[in-house]
């Protein structure tokens, strides 16, 4: 584990970043003081984790699970609205 400076930091950033990737943990300072941690990624282990966490509240009935953000995903209805959005909002709030 090092410690580095911004400044330092910002004028070697490639050399502290290879460094990382070779698994060394770098802290940074600002003014002696631990603002920041650098270290290598924990790869597959959050996703898998929060994927486990979500079916468990899933299959629970506490959570319901969306659909990917794609506009394939989405059909069109044909609602129409005759009134706009914002006349919608201020009625319900009484403006």
């Not at 629970?60 to 914002?86: D, E």
């Amino acid at each position: 584990m090092q410690a580095v400076a911004i400044k330092e930091l910002k004028n070697r950033l490639s050399a502290y970043l290879r460094d990382v990737a070779r698994g060394e943990v770098v802290l940074v300072t600002d003014r002696g003081r631990v603002v920041a941690e650098l270290r290598r990624p924990l790869v597959g282990v959050l996703p898998d984790a929060t994927e486990e966490g979500l079916s468990h509240l899933h299959a629970a009935g506490s959570l319901v699970l969306g659909l990917p953000q794609s506009k394939k995903a989405y059909r069109r209805t044909k609602v129409k609205l005759r009134v706009n959005t914002q006349m919608l909002l201020d009625a319900e709030r009484g403006e």
